[in-house]
């Protein structure tokens, strides 16, 4: 019923930048937090940033100050914005949507595709 696609991943060397962005379509009330994970081979998917409806905004330790997470709610569109890229952030980054799609539903998450980010020189 909802369904989230994302962009953005590629090879970039260290130092270098990305953006990616994921999109939801279907059926949308309301978008609480929009958040974007990732995952490495043999570990736990981890947390990278988060931003809800009111504004409220997290980062993960290891990227504060290098990432930027922003939304545009006209377009259901979360974007991040990845400075100072380092080997460690090699990854499959997935995005994650808290949504209800009615106005009387719970909300349920839902998950991009994932897309690839290879920091390598």
């Known amino acids: 019923q909802v369904q989230l696609v994302e962009s953005g991943g590629g090879l970039v060397q260290p130092g270098g930048s990305l953006r990616l962005s994921c999109t939801a379509s279907?059926?949308?009330?309301?978008?609480?937090?929009m958040r974007w994970y990732r995952q490495v081979p043999g570990k736990q998917r981890e947390l990278v940033a988060a931003?809800?409806?009111?504004?409220?905004?997290h980062y993960a330790g290891s990227v504060e100050g290098r990432f930027t997470i922003s939304r545009d709610n006209d377009k259901n569109t979360v974007y991040l914005k990845m400075n100072s890229l380092e080997p460690e952030d090699t990854a499959v980054y997935y995005c994650?949507?808290?949504?209800?799609?009615?106005?009387?539903?719970?909300?349920?998450?839902?998950w991009g595709q994932g897309t690839q980010v290879t920091v390598s020189p």
């Open positions: 994650n949507f808290l949504v209800a799609t009615t106005s009387t539903s719970t909300a349920d998450n839902y």
């Open positions: 279907g059926s949308i009330f309301s978008i609480y937090t």
């Open positions: 931003v809800s409806s009111a504004g409220s905004i």
